[in-house]
């Protein structure tokens, strides 16, 4: 089982809308898939149009006596089954200290679904914290979506220092754009000078008005646009990606 988390320091940089995408093309090459929304907007869980199914919230989830059948939901698309967001997740950096388990409570969680899945997609929520640090080490990827400006150099390196400062391996750190516009020579200066990172896909996502349909199609690109430049260059990162797990 491979897990991939899609995390950014800041909201608002298409991390949702790329785990979304994502976990629908792996589904669709036919590798079972997880995506866990721990967003507390919920908004993986509201493009699938499913509904909070665990009663008793995080704290059930993260329960060794939990079945880990309860958790899951099956979408409308085949080999692709999400834990939904719930509103107690706000709490959960406060729930991980008072756990007092260090940063592997969120990485025995997860194992529970190592045989049922091949693929696991974490949504992940904003912020620098107790959770980030357990996602981070749970994760065999984080993924980290980047719109090209000045405010995104600060971000990735306060990523970056995060990952030294608790001693997590950077190697698994690994980033591409999203809302590129190649217009703006901010966002080509920018790109040239992190593309030299060898953190960074070459594919990017532009901006483009079929990703923001999603929320009117409530589904990933491919399934209400099958043919436009914006589901391929989310197939096209997607392979870039899957080709190095």
């Known amino acids: 089982m491979t897990t991939i ?3 950014n320091l800041k909201g608002g940089v298409g991390k949702t809308a790329s785990s979304v995408n994502m976990a ?3 589904a669709k090459e ?12 919920g908004s993986s869980s509201f493009y699938f149009q499913v509904k909070h199914k665990v009663k008793g ?32 997740a706000k709490g959960l950096d406060l729930l991980l200290e008072e756990m007092q388990t ?9 194992s529970r679904f190592s045989k049922k899945y091949q693929i696991v997609i974490i949504d992940c929520p904003p912020g620098l914290s107790a959770l980030a640090e357990n996602i981070f080490f ?19 390196q306060m990523v970056k220092d995060f990952f030294k400062d608790r001693d997590l391996d950077l190697s698994k750190l690994m980033c591409f754009f999203t809302m590129v516009d190649l217009r703006k020579n901010m966002h080509h200066e920018i790109m040239d000078q992190l593309f030299k990172d060898k953190r960074f896909f070459s594919n990017y996502i532009p901006y483009l008005s079929d990703v923001e349909k999603m929320g009117v199609h409530l589904s990933p690109v491919e399934a209400f646009a099958p043919n436009s430049y914006a589901a391929r260059c989310y197939s096209d990162l997607w392979d870039e990606i899957r080709e190095g797990l």
């Open 57 to 88: 919230g995080i704290k059930k989830i993260l329960s060794p006596d939990t079945d880990p059948e309860d958790l899951i939901t099956a979408t409308d698309f085949e080999n692709l089954d999400i834990i939904t967001a719930d509103q107690s």
């Open 30 to 41: 036919g590798m079972k898939t997880l995506l866990w929304d721990i967003d507390p907007q």
């Open 5 to 7: 988390a899609l995390y």
């Open 24 to 26: 629908y093309l792996s």
């Open 138 to 156: 749970a994760s065999d990827i984080v993924l980290m979506p980047m719109i090209p400006t000045t405010l995104s150099l600060r971000t990735y």
């Open 102 to 110: 260090g940063k592997k409570r969120l990485k025995n969680a997860l």
